[in-house]
């Protein structure tokens, strides 16, 4: 993308989300600022800070570390043509290659989740910062036991599981780990507030 355009682009989101905020019209502050901060984020980790090259060989070589340590061979291939990394994993019979990118990293999850926590009304800058931090963590963790679980069923059941595991249920048990992880940090701290609320509310009426 150009970068005027990408300036431009930002002004203009910017300029939508201060609007929003100034007349807490809150709903399209929210919509408005996640969609847009997770583009952002997504698009200056990727090509200025190259955040999902770090993501993807840490969870590589966490695989790589957690495998052979219960005696089941792998190998991370750093500079495969083309490609981001390729982890190959040694089966009874043969070895599968796995590319590993962009979605293997979990930069967009984890700059969804970043966005839903950072404008959510309400909630003071350091439970931002707490609940962000945990957030990328929790999702790391999440992402990684996805790998693992696609790896060994490569390594027990052979490369014809490849589709399942990593289509199917390596998409599905991340899908619920993750959805786990919004719960945790963003929708029950919002129902225990807003019972909260609820409570003090109740406590004054009968007061009065």
Known sequence: MNV??????????LGGVIF????KIWIFFYVLGTIGFAALFVFINRNVFHSEVFLAKSTAQSIHLLTNLVNIPTQVFEEAPGLLLVLVVVQREGWTALQIG???SALLEISVLTSLIL????WKLYERSLRILAGITLTWLANLIRMLMIVLMLHLLGKEVLVIAHTFLGKLIFFVMTIAIYWYLITLPSLKKIGENTRHRSTLENVQ
């Open 4 to 13: 005027a355009v990408l300036i431009l682009v930002t002004v203009i989101w």
């Open 20 to 23: 929003f905020y100034q007349r």
């Open 102 to 104: 962009v979605e293997s």
């Open 119 to 122: 404008f959510y009304p309400g």
